[in-house]
């Protein structure tokens, strides 16, 4: 595991609860704003689930990953509903009301 990687754990993790951050803010805020790919490969190897909450991490449009590794989709939505991340008719995550800029 990189430099780059510890540095999206430590982005992620400041990520609130009730909160969701695009790929792209976290590669920016991590230091590379050309990684958000980095970013999802970085979070497939979560070394710590749980802690690091990679579930709070969505595209920029609200859409949830479809292969979300610690569960799939569903997973990833039932996570964020528990914390009171609200979703639009489309099945995606309201970025207006619940993104987090960091």
């Keep these: 595991m990189g430099p780059f ?10 990520i609130p609860k009730g909160r969701v ?3 792209g803010q976290v590669a920016l805020l991590a230091g590379n704003p050309r990684a958000s790919r980095a970013v999802g490969w ?25 292969s979300f590794i610690f569960g799939g989709e569903g997973r990833q939505r039932a996570l964020l509903e528990a914390e009171g991340v609200g979703f639009d008719d489309a099945g995606m995550v309201d970025m207006e009301h619940f993104a987090w800029y960091g």
């Design 5 to 14: 990687y510890e540095s999206v754990y430590t982005v992620v993790r400041r």
């Design 21 to 23: 951050a695009s790929y």
């Design 42 to 66: 970085a979070l497939r190897h979560n070394p710590l689930p749980g802690v690091i909450p990679c579930h709070r991490v969505v595209n920029r449009d609200g859409r949830l990953c479809p």
